[in-house]
């Protein structure tokens, strides 16, 4: 593994490392479907197979959907490609909104199957619960997003003796391989 960054935590030293064996998150365990479009540029999932060809505008794949699969929640997915690629699901804001360098890829849906099976609830419609289902489509997304990006990362926690005390992979996002590096160096045996 590449190293990023070192710091010291709790009397041992945390080496931060790219991981490039971590699997598509959305393949482990999808907290809603996504439905999206790459053109000749990228291979997005598109988790029901909709023949884009077949329909006018996002809109009508949307609505589609919605009746088909009896979605509780169908927002856009939007992609900013300057410089590595940005997803974000909800409403279109900066830099999401750029004339040149963004656009809509698809949209992201969530059904009550899918909310009970992420929740442990059954979806009743209350609006903390529809709160909720947002928040697991743009975290599904914003996930997604940092994997398509390569920000993968895993941890090697070392003492003063260069001696490897605990070392771990898989991590997507580096504030969530950094908190996991600090929690393993504080129970550090």
């Known amino acids: 593994m590449q190293s990023l960054d070192t710091f010291e935590h709790n009397g041992l030293t945390v080496t931060i490392e790219i991981d490039h064996d971590v699997e598509n998150p959305h393949d482990e365990c999808p907290g809603a479907k996504l439905v999206m479009w790459g053109g000749r540029n990228y291979t997005f999932p598109n988790d029901v197979s909709i023949d884009f060809g077949a329909h006018e505008g996002w809109s009508a794949v949307a609505d589609e959907q919605a009746k088909r699969w009896n979605a509780i929640m169908v927002t856009p997915v939007w992609v900013y490609d300057h410089s ?44 903390a619960q529809y709160a909720k289902a947002q928040k697991l489509i743009e975290t599904e997304v914003s996930v997604y997003g940092q994997w398509v990006n390569g920000e993968c990362y895993g941890f090697v926690i070392t003492d003063e003796h260069g001696y490897t005390v605990d070392s771990c992979g898989g991590f997507i996002g580096m504030d969530s391989v950094i908190e996991a590096a600090k929690y393993a160096a504080d129970h550090a045996v």
């Open 84 to 127: 590595g690629v940005a997803l974000k699901a909800g409403a279109r804001t900066y830099p999401f909104d750029d004339k040149w360098d963004s656009a809509q890829v698809g949209f992201a849906y969530i059904t009550q199957e899918t909310y009970q099976a992420c929740t442990g609830k059954r979806y009743v419609g209350r609006p």
